[in-house]
């Protein structure tokens, strides 16, 4: 028996038009998740921040009260006076701690308040409360710095300069990025040396040494005085290697076990 052939006939303009209808919620759905997951982390950083500061307020605010009973004049008729103000301006300098963000224009005025303060009183003892005080001002400073809330060079993003990371990373970071090289930019940092010395320093022979050489002499970090003459460090590569050593002693001092950039002043303060 012959049993009739069953067919669908589906339009395609219509079959399309639900594919792209599933596509578009698919979208949805991920942009929905992505926005999700970022509100989420947002608002977890911004609780873990603010119980972080409000603990580091609370211990550099007790430390303040030790610090001022303990380091100012005892024997001062203004003693009550200048432990009431002292107290009062330090409590409201650190509770900057708790700010996204802290310009230098905030900081100098404090400063300056400070100074008002100082040509209020003028006992023999004053400058060395108020160079206490200035002591434990500055290590809340330091906290500051410390925490990435305060710039004293200035806002860094405002003036980043406008070049190719592309440039930056062919001129700058790939030829410091070896071993070898900054082995063979240290030696000649503090003298000129010959291939002969370099191999040495290196531990590379020829080609392996000339390679780096070479890399180094392209990119203007390092020059030969003559075809066989020694190899002599320009004053761009004197720069650019001085300033990668800063970098590293900089985040050296500030490296903690969290790798939150915190250093010694965080200590000290609370």
């Known amino acids: 028996m012959m049993h009739p052939q069953q067919t669908c006939n589906i339009n395609p303009k219509k079959l399309d038009q639900i ?7 698919q979208a949805d759905m991920q942009l929905f998740q992505e926005q999700s997951n970022q509100r989420c982390y947002e ?9 972080f500061s409000r603990t580091m307020i609370g211990n550099i605010q007790e430390r303040i009260d030790q610090d001022i009973e303990s380091n100012i004049a005892s024997c001062c008729d203004m003693r009550d006076f200048c432990k009431g103000a002292f107290t009062e301006f330090l409590n409201e300098t650190v509770q900057l701690i708790d700010k996204e963000r802290v310009e230098k224009e905030t900081i100098d005025e404090y ?6 303060i100082r040509k209020l009183v003028h006992f023999e003892d004053c ?3 108020f160079k206490e005080v200035s002591r434990i001002f500055q290590k809340q400073i330091d906290v500051l710095s410390s ?30 990025a070896n071993k070898q090289r900054l082995t063979i930019m240290k030696a000649l940092v503090l003298d000129s040396r010959s291939f002969t ?28 005085r003559n075809e066989r003459g020694d190899y002599i460090i320009t004053s761009k590569g004197h ?23 915190a250093d010694e002043s965080v200590e000290d303060a609370v």
Do not use: A
């Open 111 to 116: 400063w300056n308040k400070l100074g008002e």
């Open 43 to 51: 608002l977890l950083s911004s609780e873990i921040r603010n119980n």
């Open 239 to 261: 720069s650019v290697f001085k300033g990668i050593m800063n970098i590293y002693s900089s985040v050296s001092e500030k490296r903690n076990e969290c790798g939150v950039v």
């Open 197 to 224: 010395d370099l191999s040495k320093l290196t531990g590379l022979r020829g080609g392996n040494l000339l390679f780096h050489l070479q890399k180094l002499v392209d990119k203007g970090m390092i020059l030969q």
């Open 147 to 176: 925490l990435r809330i305060y710039d004293k060079e200035g806002t860094f993003v405002e003036n980043l300069p406008d070049v190719s990371m592309e440039e930056v990373v062919d001129d700058i970071c790939e030829p410091f």
């Open 19 to 25: 594919e792209e209808s599933i596509r578009k919620l």
């Open 127 to 129: 400058d060395l409360c």
